[in-house]
């Protein structure tokens, strides 16, 4: 019996996908080489934009297609799914069920290099545009030890990156033991010994202690770089979004961040990169809202952003709001961001230039290496090796170029 995954959405849903890998091989499954050769189709899909529904439902001809050759194949959906879709597609699929119905504590190795594990799942937050409450409930977290005995299990399979995910890892409490919060988990697992990194993603800025800032920056096997969204660089809409946090109170802590790695790093490891997530044109978003937002990307100077033009999610508290902003005007905010970073990530990246970093390679194409480095920017790698041996290592690279969105650079031999 052979199975394909189609996955849809963020770093969770990718590690959901994992899981579900981990339960069909468990039980006999293999992966098909084509999804034609399948005889079970899981279709994981998000919720959280629009688009990415519409991406479900433009693949049910697809499925129809395959199913009538192999009319034994059987196409599960779950992940991330509104009520409404549910009613839409459940007639389409032969079973649909929520992610939080399947086994949550299995393995979840993307590959033997990288291991991306949930420490939580859901939200309690409630952000007027976010659809997460809603389909994965409220915020359940793991006993830290399964957690710590998981991250163990990963390095011994050789994974050399390990990523926390939550939808707000930093509200993380271990139900075993209410003393552990997210800042002593990482405490815990940077004393785990190993040659590996270890990342998070996504924290919410209210969240954001003083004990987390410092064990960061403490903490040497946590990397120099971190995701921290802004959606919105105005007061008026964080407060319409439900975002408890100001736009400030948002740049005192980007600083602080920055202040606490410049005090306890050495060398590059001393400069923090960051990047955000941002929506435009939110319901009642005006032009001078939107400058602020733009005020604030020029005043951070990300190294990347993931910006989001706002569409309406059932179920929310944005859905009741008047979507007044037209998708031009969207598209035309979403350019102007996108000219500022592609400004500011270039000049940050510069930083790098003649400067020998360490990265993890993750492929190889065309002749050249691709990873990433501690800073999380991606690296290409010329090299005259013609071996796939170094992917999944560390290794040592002379940067040659900066470039907007990534690094060039050479192996660096000893």
């Not at 509104?82 to 299995?106: H, N, Q, T, V, W």
Request: a positive charge.
């Amino acid at each position: 019996m052979t199975y394909h995954i189609v996955t849809y959405g963020c770093q969770m849903n990718r590690s959901d996908s994992e899981r579900i890998a981990s339960v069909l091989e468990s039980k006999g499954y293999q992966p098909a080489l084509k999804i034609q050769w399948a005889d079970l189709i899981v279709v994981n899909m998000c919720s959280v934009r629009q688009s990415a529904v519409d991406r479900v439902f433009g693949k049910i001809k697809e499925f129809a297609k395959i199913k009538e050759q192999n009319p034994k194949l059987r196409i599960i959906l779950t992940g991330c799914i509104l009520k409404k879709d549910r009613k839409k597609l459940k007639e389409r699929f032969d079973f649909a069920s929520d992610i939080g119905d399947l086994p949550e504590m299995l393995p979840s190795y993307e590959n033997n290099f990288s291991a991306f594990i949930p420490i939580s799942n859901g939200c309690n937050n409630f952000c007027a545009y976010c659809v997460v409450p809603f389909t994965r409930g409220h915020l359940v977290c793991r006993d830290y030890k399964e957690i710590v005995n998981e991250v163990k299990g990963a390095i011994l399979k050789g994974a050399r990156e390990i990523w926390f995910l939550g939808q707000n890892v930093n509200d993380y409490q271990s139900p075993a033991d209410a003393s552990i919060n997210f800042a002593k988990l990482l405490k815990l697992v940077n004393g785990i010994t190993g040659n590996f990194w270890l990342r998070f993603t996504s924290p919410n800025p209210a969240d954001f202690s003083d004990e987390l800032i410092e064990t960061m920056a403490k903490c040497k096997k946590i990397t120099p770089y971190l995701n921290l969204p802004i959606q919105s660089g105005d007061d008026e809409i964080l407060r319409k979004m439900k975002r408890a946090y100001t736009a400030e109170e948002y740049k005192n802590l980007i600083n602080k961040i920055r202040a606490a790695f410049k005090n306890y790093r050495r060398g590059l490891e001393r400069y923090a990169t960051f990047s955000t997530d941002v929506i435009v044109g939110f319901p009642g978003e005006t032009r001078k809202h939107f400058e602020n937002t733009s005020k604030l990307f020029k005043e951070i100077k990300y190294d990347m952003a993931y910006i989001a033009k706002y569409s309406q999610r059932p179920g929310t508290s944005a859905e009741k709001m008047k979507d007044n902003v037209s998708l031009k005007e969207k598209e035309r905010r979403w350019k102007i961001l996108t000219a500022i970073l592609k400004k500011t990530a270039l000049k940050r990246n510069k930083k790098f230039a003649g400067k020998t970093i360490a990265v993890l390679v993750e492929k190889q194409k065309n002749g050249f290496f691709f990873g990433k480095s501690r800073h999380y920017k991606t690296v290409k790698i010329k090299t005259d090796c013609r071996k796939s041996d170094l992917i999944g290592k560390i290794i040592r690279a002379k940067i040659s170029d900066a470039l907007t969105w990534g690094l060039k650079g050479k192996i660096q031999k000893n």
